[in-house]
Antibody, heavy 116, light 107 residues
Framework: QEQLQESGPGLVKPSETLSLTCTVSGGSISNHYWSWIRQPAGKGLEWLGRIFTSGTTNYNPSLKSRITMSVDTSKNQISLRLSSVTAADTAVYYC??????????WGQGTLVTVSS | EIVLTQSPGTLSLSPGERATLSCRASQSVSYYLAWYQQKPAQAPRLLIYDASNRATGVPARFSGSGSETDFTLTISSLEPEDFAVYYCQQRNTWPLTFGGGTKVEIK
């Protein structure tokens, strides 16, 4: 059974870079789009961006030049880097698989808190 | 970006009742709209894609309709496990966006 698992530091200092990894198990990362989506506590969902396994990306313009996504097919992993973080970046971060039907497979999410 | 407005914010209903949730887009998204269910401390779950297609394993009591700017998710008869927050999401235009959610709570 395919599963996604996010990992990374739960606490990041303001102005530093948030780095998360999503590991795909039970299936191949290839030939899919993968996205990062976040959710501040008690709030709605925000789409951050997507990456195809070829490395092609689309990002949310609201994040301007702060976001970078990458893929490592040898490790079945997708990564997220978000620079110059502030308290507004505190959220649960999900990775999810995108099909034409929608996001059909999600990780459990990982809470990242931005605080000094 | 396309803004999705969901209404009502909260729906208070009893098990067995019919739930009707609305999602309105600030501009046409054609039929490229999906619905997700989210329970506390869980990731969202895909229910409906392309406005009216049920995702794999989704019970038939869930149905979606609409096109362009107005969409509806209907739960024909609420089961106890259906009380949750529901989000719509459009994939017609970058960036992809989600609605603010409708909470279906037990009356």
């Amino acid at each position: 059974q395919e599963q996604l698992q996010e990992s990374g530091p739960g606490l990041v200092k303001p102005s530093e870079t948030l780095s998360l990894t999503c590991t795909v198990s039970g299936g191949s990362i290839s030939n899919h789009y993968w996205s990062w989506i976040r959710q501040p506590a008690g709030k709605g969902l925000e789409w951050l961006g997507r990456i195809f396994t070829s490395g092609t990306t689309n990002y949310n313009p609201s994040l301007k030049s702060r976001i970078t996504m990458s893929v490592d097919t040898s490790k079945n992993q997708i990564s997220l880097r978000l620079s110059s973080v502030t308290a507004a970046d505190t959220a649960v971060y999900y990775c999810a698989r995108a099909r034409t039907s929608g996001y059909d497979l999600w990780g459990q999410g990982t809470l990242v808190t931005v605080s000094s | 970006e396309i803004v999705l407005t969901q209404s009502p914010g909260t729906l208070s209903l009893s098990p067995g009742e019919r739930a009707t949730l609305s999602c309105r887009a600030s501009q046409s998204v054609s039929y490229y709209l999906a619905w997700y269910q989210q329970k506390p401390a869980q990731a969202p779950r895909l229910l409906i894609y392309d406005a009216s297609n049920r995702a794999t394993g989704v019970p038939a009591r869930f149905s979606g309709s609409g096109s362009e700017t107005d969409f509806t998710l209907t739960i024909s008869s609420l089961e106890p496990e259906d009380f949750a927050v529901y989000y719509c999401q459009q994939r017609n235009t970058w960036p992809l966006t989600f609605g603010g959610g409708t909470k279906v709570e037990i009356k």
